[in-house]
């Protein structure tokens, strides 16, 4: 089946830095990746997502590249503010049935003030 | 989501009980799922469904059985042979190849 791996699991940026998360997936056929964000005690709330047909999307200050030779996709935010203090999920649907998803160990995000 | 409704949000039990942890979705969705998360961890699949009166075993499916009776509703019951209950569950739905939208989760305790 489908493993998925991300990368870092904490990080730490200043208000205004940019924030990178990685994620590495192993089925070659995998052709959906969406990313959650998931708030202390709260649920994951789809943040963005890409299909394989695409390299790049963006929405506003949120970005995710697709390298599918590479199997691996990121996850990238600008202009960090503190509102974006949370843990985010990376994940990839395998081929083998539906939109199964499988998801990153996920990364903790903490932007200092 | 105001459209999945994961009750109760607390739950405590006795080792060696069955709980049924329930969720209900009127977002006309065809899939649910049941997820797993542990403290720090990311989500493990423990059951999906794509139809009703149909459903499959996800990742970690031992200790957990479900049902899909009604297309709004997949309640999970976590049985005394899963060995490591204590954990937050989210269900969560979609539309067949749509993004899951997920519930408030329900955090079970068992001591």
């Known amino acids: 089946g489908e493993n998925v791996e991300q990368h870092p699991s904490t990080l730490s940026v200043q208000e205004g830095d940019s924030a990178v998360i990685k994620c590495t997936y192993s089925?070659?056929?995998?052709?959906?990746f969406p990313w959650y964000k998931q708030e202390l005690g709260k649920r994951p709330q789809l943040i963005i997502d890409?299909?394989?047909?695409?390299g790049e999307k963006k929405d506003q200050r949120i970005a995710v590249t697709l390298n599918k030779t590479a199997k691996h996709f990121s996850l990238h935010i600008t202009e960090t503010q503190p509102e974006d203090s949370a843990v985010y999920f990376c994940a990839a649907s395998g081929s083998d049935a539906g939109n199964m998803l499988t998801f990153g160990g996920g990364t903790r995000l903490m932007v200092k003030p | 989501d105001g459209g999945i409704t994961q009750s109760p949000k607390y739950l405590f039990r006795k080792e060696g009980q069955n709980v049924t942890l329930s969720c209900e979705q009127n977002l006309n969705h065809d899939a649910m799922y049941w997820y797993r998360q542990d403290p720090g961890q990311g989500l493990r699949l423990i059951y999906y469904s794509q139809i009703v009166n149909d459903f499959q075993k996800g990742d970690i499916a031992e200790g957990y059985s479900v049902s899909r009776e009604k297309k709004e509703s997949f309640p999970l019951t976590v049985t005394s042979a899963q060995k490591n209950p204590t954990a937050f569950y989210l269900c969560?739905?979609?539309?067949?190849?749509?993004?899951?939208?997920f519930g408030n989760g329900t955090r079970l305790t068992v001591t």
């Open positions: 890409i299909r394989s047909n695409v």
């Open positions: 089925d070659s056929a995998s052709n959906y």
């Open positions: 969560a739905s979609s539309a067949l190849g749509g993004p899951l939208h």
